[in-house]
């Protein structure tokens, strides 16, 4: 079946953690982490519409300032969701320029700090020198962002400061089959974004859509049209950067990235350099193994791997997936 969401690893193993992961149905992008962005082409980079940021070290988001240059003067929301005090690292990026010719744009940037039992919200508008506004609080359960096809959810964990993990759960996954479509009498069209849409947002079965047949529209219920799909479990995508490896960060990640479909992970040393990734709270690709073997994830994928491995990067995939593989 042909996958509505794709993720790719923005950079290569020794470079700036950024995860791009494009929604094809809406022709819309999100980001997990925002380390250098340079690499993604412009076109790629406009359809994001929300940024979670783990932590804000620079390696994780110093890209926030070349997106911005590309969407400075578009009439855009974008939305970033990072740990507590991320709108104060906004803020002072925004401060660093002068906004003097913005009054017109329509640049909008919404800022969540996520905390254990709450969220605040902040806003930026370019019409306002993105002067911070408090906006409120709501409560948190775990769950950053929901809409009608998918979720992302987060934990906060332990990198000496808060570092926010994150999953996103397609709610379930819809494809088309082409020979009802033609048995139908029907064609292929735009009006098929209607009707997946219509099934996420669970319409009323009688509800009625205009399809194009090829002796002109017709009003056909939802119910009918049903049969030209067919349903399956949504894709799982979690991803896990800056963590030191103890019994509260494994318990929670574990939650977090259970049954993945493809699991994200650092693995930024070898376990013999154990003592180096507890001083600087990292997973070794031992750890990160072991985690992604309790967690029964389908698909591993190591990162952000430390400099010092350049000249043999396989020994930390070789470790990773000897603990994964363990019986």
Same mark, same amino acid.
């Given at each position: 079946m042909k996958p509505l969401i794709h993720s790719s690893l923005v950079n290569g193993p020794f470079d700036d953690p950024a995860l791009y992961i494009e929604i094809k149905w809406e022709k819309r992008a999100i980001l997990f982490d925002a380390g250098d962005l340079r690499v993604l082409n412009p076109g790629k *980079? $406009?359809?994001?519409?929300?940024?979670?940021?783990? /932590?804000? /070290?620079?390696?994780?988001?110093? %890209?926030?300032?070349? +997106?911005l240059r590309l969407i400075l003067a578009r009439d855009k929301k974008l939305r970033i969701f990072g740990p507590a005090e991320i709108s104060?690292?906004?803020?002072? #990026? +925004? #401060?660093?320029? =002068?906004? &003097? +010719? =913005?009054?017109?744009? %329509?640049?909008?940037?919404?800022?969540i700090e996520v905390y254990p039992s709450n969220l605040l919200f902040f806003e930026f508008h370019a019409t306002e020198g993105f002067k911070k506004i408090y906006r409120g609080s709501a409560p948190f359960d775990g769950t950053l962002l929901e809409e009608s096809f998918f979720r992302i959810e987060s934990a906060i964990l332990d990198h000496s400061i808060p570092c926010l993990g994150f999953s996103l759960k397609e709610?379930? /996954?819809?494809?088309?089959?082409? @020979? !009802? $479509? !033609?048995?139908?009498?029907? =064609?292929? %069209?735009?009006?098929l974004k209607e009707l997946k849409k219509s099934i996420w947002e669970e319409m009323e079965d009688d509800f009625p859509l205009e399809v194009p047949t090829s002796s002109g529209l017709? $009003?056909?219920? *939802?119910? !009918? +049209? #049903?049969? *030209?799909?067919?349903?399956? !479990? %949504?894709? #799982? $995508?979690?991803?896990?950067?800056?963590?030191?490896? &103890? @019994? &509260?960060?494994?318990?929670s990640i574990v939650k977090l990235i259970k049954g993945s479909d493809i699991?994200?992970?650092?693995?930024?040393?070898? /376990? @013999?350099? *154990?003592?180096?990734?507890?001083?600087?709270?990292h997973l070794t690709a031992k750890q990160a193994g072991y985690i992604a073997r309790l967690g029964e994830v389908k698909k591993f994928i190591i990162?952000?791997?430390?400099?010092?491995?350049?000249h043999c990067p396989e020994k930390l995939y070789d470790e990773a997936n000897r603990e994964l593989t363990k019986s």
């Open positions: *980079l $406009i359809k994001v519409s929300d940024i979670f940021i783990s /932590h804000a /070290h620079m390696d994780h988001f110093s %890209g926030f300032d070349y +997106l104060e690292r906004v803020e002072g #990026k +925004l #401060k660093g320029y =002068t906004w &003097n +010719l =913005t009054s017109d744009y %329509g640049l909008k940037i919404e800022v709610r379930f /996954h819809i494809n088309v089959i082409k @020979e !009802e $479509i !033609e048995g139908m009498g029907l =064609t292929v %069209g735009p009006w017709r $009003i056909i219920p *939802l119910y !009918e +049209l #049903k049969r *030209l799909v067919r349903i399956s !479990e %949504g894709q #799982k $995508i979690s991803y896990i950067v800056d963590v030191v490896f &103890n @019994e &509260n960060n494994v318990e699991f994200y992970c650092e693995a930024s040393y070898l /376990h @013999e350099d *154990l003592d180096k990734a507890r001083e600087r709270f990162f952000h791997f430390s400099p010092r491995y350049r």
